[in-house]
């Protein structure tokens, strides 16, 4: 193998930029041409090639977000945008594909490689870390952080006006995002999709906190289990509180990423190519108990990653 190209797709995820370093880093090393792929799937279609050299890479070790830029593309989910993009893959040389994504991305790797023997990998970053056969997908810490640190500034204005406050997080299908900063933030009630909840105990659990002498509560909902909106006028009506509802939204996604993403980012990067210098195709990167493993991306797909039951049992019980 002598050139391969890398593109990422889907959600910008921090620590993508991690991940392209030490991709064309490690390729370059190993006497490898790298081509980068402006805005995913769509530029594989438009034909947006860069060349990838060292001083390419230099100084995104820290950024947020993507240089590769990411994009939606509709038209790759046709036969005719798959052919037309496995054919500017091979005009250019290019024997093998490296895709940074989510379960989206993966899908339409998996399509360009069976439909026209593209060697690909996959490497998983996405906030909502909903990625089977990994322990971590690429953004999740830092959008975790992110999120804790936005409760704790929170938590100073609840605190000095006695108020209760409903934050809204990104996670429309997983609740992993609320869940682990709902416990590192110390959450009075934390609600997901995949756990039902009654939100006339989450009022008398603010109520019963009040009485002790609680000075304020915060209430984690993932966007794809109710509406944080919502969810704080019922408080309201319920309780009386004086209640305020922040949707956080995209500011989860931004930011410098942690040294974790970097750490993960850079790993998954560097076994991705050795995965296509050994021929090898069709796989996806992970990380199992701290090592990096590689696991088939059909396998992975046909999966699904659930949520720790015994975590989100343990916030509960700390915010009792």
Do not use: W
């Not at 416990?183 to 999709?193: C, M, T, V």
């Not at 304020?216 to 909902?221: E, G, L």
């Not at 922040?246 to 980012?265: E, K, N, W």
């Not at 995965?275 to 090898?280: D, N, R, S, T, Y």
Request: aromatic content about 4%; some cysteine.
């Amino acid at each position: 193998m002598r050139r391969i190209a890398l593109l990422t797709s889907g959600g910008d995820a921090p620590g993508m930029n991690a991940a392209i370093r030490a991709v064309v880093r490690k390729a370059i090393y190993h006497g490898l041409e790298v081509i980068g792929v402006r805005r995913g799937f769509s530029g594989l279609i438009h034909g947006e090639f860069v060349e990838m050299n060292l001083s390419s890479v230099a100084d995104i070790i820290h950024r947020g977000g993507t240089i590769l830029r990411t994009a939606r593309s509709e038209e790759f989910k046709t036969p005719a945008g798959r052919a037309t993009a496995a054919r500017n893959l091979r005009e250019r040389g290019i024997e093998g594909l490296i895709v940074i994504g989510g379960d989206g991305s993966f899908r339409g790797a998996t399509l360009l490689s069976q439909e026209h023997g593209i060697n690909v990998i996959g490497i998983p970053a996405t906030i909502d870390n909903d990625i089977p056969c990994t322990d971590y997908s690429i953004g999740f810490d830092t959008a975790v952080n992110n999120v804790v640190d936005a409760i704790n500034k929170i938590r100073d204005t609840a605190t000095s006006h006695e108020r209760t406050y409903v934050i809204e997080v990104m996670g429309r299908r997983s609740g992993f995002i609320a869940l682990e900063a709902g416990l590192a933030g110390g959450a009075e009630s934390i609600l997901i999709p995949e756990i039902p909840y009654d939100l006339d105990e989450v009022c008398a659990k603010l109520i019963r906190g009040h009485k002790r002498g609680k000075l304020h509560s915060i209430i984690i909902v993932a966007e794809g289990a109710a509406s944080g909106l919502e969810i704080g006028r019922i408080i309201r009506e319920k309780t009386g509180f004086e209640t305020r509802v922040t949707i956080l939204g995209h500011l989860q996604r931004g930011g410098t990423p942690t040294a974790f993403d970097r750490t993960i980012g850079s790993r998954m990067g560097a076994r991705a190519v050795e995965l296509l210098m050994a021929g090898e195709s069709n796989k996806m990167v992970g990380i199992v108990h701290g090592e990096i493993v590689t696991v088939d991306i059909n396998f992975a797909l046909e999966q699904q990653r659930t949520i720790d039951r015994d975590l989100y049992e343990l916030a509960s019980i700390l915010a009792i």
